[in-house]
């Protein structure tokens, strides 16, 4: 038997305009070679729509393709599909390495969102609701987050129109210009706050990996622990893959080719310690 590569890669966002991928077949030169595949994520968008029949039909088309393609892959919750499986986080080498979506950094979900200040409400109420003596934990928490996030509607992202898109997209995430703000300190605090979070829920962990606020890196944190964005199929940063391999964890970027997307260059390399 062939030695263990597990890949793990977020925020596909497959179907939505602003995603690179048109096509589940571009991802497969991804999934080749790999003993296994983790979808950290927000795949694609199963919240509320109107059109409820291409909601279903992108699911399907989803777990048809991936269910055949003869590696074992698995998806990971995100806030826009909360609730395409039951499994929100996953560990691996012993409990040394966390992944998890992200969004249950914030206490908004989504800080640069219009409808932040109600996110936050209906999360506040959701937490108060686990049980008082902390039996819930970690799981609770996520799950929470998860019950939360299934109660808001899309917005840009169902929209088919182009350039209906491009203004619904302006109006839900940069207009007016001080949301621009929210977005930049998002990105500037999801370290910090994920290797807290880490801290906190997972101590044995010294790696966690996330996705959710689009801005791939690599931080090795005071704490010691190393935090890794693998960053997402959207513009304008672009996606890295995370690779677990015996000992090592190594991070690359995703290059296209030919309209396939390709493990690439290291980026960062770390042993198991």
Same mark, same amino acid.
């Given at each position: 038997?062939?030695?263990?590569?597990?890949?793990?890669?977020?925020?596909?966002?497959?179907?939505?305009?602003?995603?690179?991928?048109?096509?589940?077949?571009?991802?497969?030169?991804? +999934?080749?070679?790999?003993?296994?595949?983790?979808?950290?994520?927000?795949?694609?968008?199963?919240?509320?729509? !109107?059109?409820?029949?291409?909601?279903?039909?992108?699911?399907?088309?989803?777990?048809?393709?991936?269910?055949?393609?003869?590696?074992?892959?698995?998806?990971?919750?995100?806030?826009?599909?909360?609730?395409?499986?039951?499994?929100?986080?996953?560990?691996?080498?012993?409990?040394?390495?966390?992944?998890?979506?992200?969004?249950?950094?914030?206490?908004?979900?989504?800080? @640069?969102?219009?409808?932040?200040?109600?996110?936050?409400?209906?999360?506040?109420?959701?937490?108060?609701?686990?049980?008082?003596?902390?039996?819930?934990?970690?799981?609770?928490?996520?799950?929470?987050?998860?019950?939360?996030?299934?109660?808001?509607?899309?917005?840009?992202?169902?929209?088919?129109?182009?350039?209906?898109?491009?203004?619904?997209?302006?109006?839900?995430?940069?207009?007016?210009?001080?949301?621009?703000?929210?977005?930049?300190?998002? @990105?500037? =605090?999801?370290?910090?706050?994920?290797?807290?979070?880490?801290?906190?829920?997972?101590?044995?962990?010294?790696?966690?990996?996330?996705?959710?606020?689009?801005?791939?890196?690599? @931080?090795?944190?005071?704490?010691?622990?190393?935090? +890794?964005?693998?960053?997402?199929?959207?513009?304008?940063?672009?996606?890295?893959?995370?690779? +677990?391999?015996?000992?090592? +964890? !190594?991070?690359?970027?995703?290059?296209?080719?030919?309209? =396939?997307?390709?493990?690439?260059?290291?980026?960062?390399?770390?042993?198991?310690?």
């Amino acid at each position: 038997m062939g030695a263990q590569l597990i890949r793990i890669v977020s925020d596909v966002h497959y179907a939505d305009r602003s995603s690179r991928v048109r096509s589940l077949g571009q991802l497969r030169p991804l +999934i080749d070679g790999a003993t296994s595949f983790v979808f950290n994520g927000d795949t694609l968008d199963t919240r509320p729509d !109107r059109d409820t029949a291409r909601i279903a039909a992108m699911r399907r088309e989803v777990l048809d393709f991936f269910g055949a393609v003869g590696t074992p892959v698995s998806f990971l919750t995100g806030n826009h599909d909360p609730d395409l499986s039951s499994q929100h986080a996953l560990e691996f080498a012993q409990g040394r390495i966390l992944v998890t979506h992200g969004d249950v950094l914030f206490d908004n979900i989504v800080p @640069w969102s219009k409808d932040a200040a109600s996110i936050r409400r209906k999360v506040i109420a959701a937490l108060a609701a686990l049980p008082e003596d902390g039996s819930g934990g970690f799981e609770g928490r996520l799950s929470a987050f998860r019950s939360v996030a299934a109660t808001i509607p899309q917005a840009h992202q169902s929209e088919r129109d182009p350039l209906r898109f491009a203004i619904r997209l302006a109006g839900d995430t940069v207009w007016p210009p001080h949301r621009a703000l929210s977005i930049l300190r998002a @990105w500037r =605090e999801a370290p910090g706050r994920a290797a807290s979070f880490t801290s906190k829920h997972r101590p044995k962990a010294r790696f966690v990996m996330i996705g959710h606020t689009h801005k791939p890196g690599v @931080w090795r944190m005071p704490s010691g622990i190393v935090v +890794i964005n693998t960053g997402s199929f959207c513009r304008p940063f672009g996606a890295m893959v995370a690779e +677990i391999s015996g000992d090592r +964890i !190594r991070v690359r970027r995703v290059v296209s080719r030919r309209g =396939e997307f390709h493990p690439g260059p290291s980026v960062a390399e770390f042993p198991l310690p």
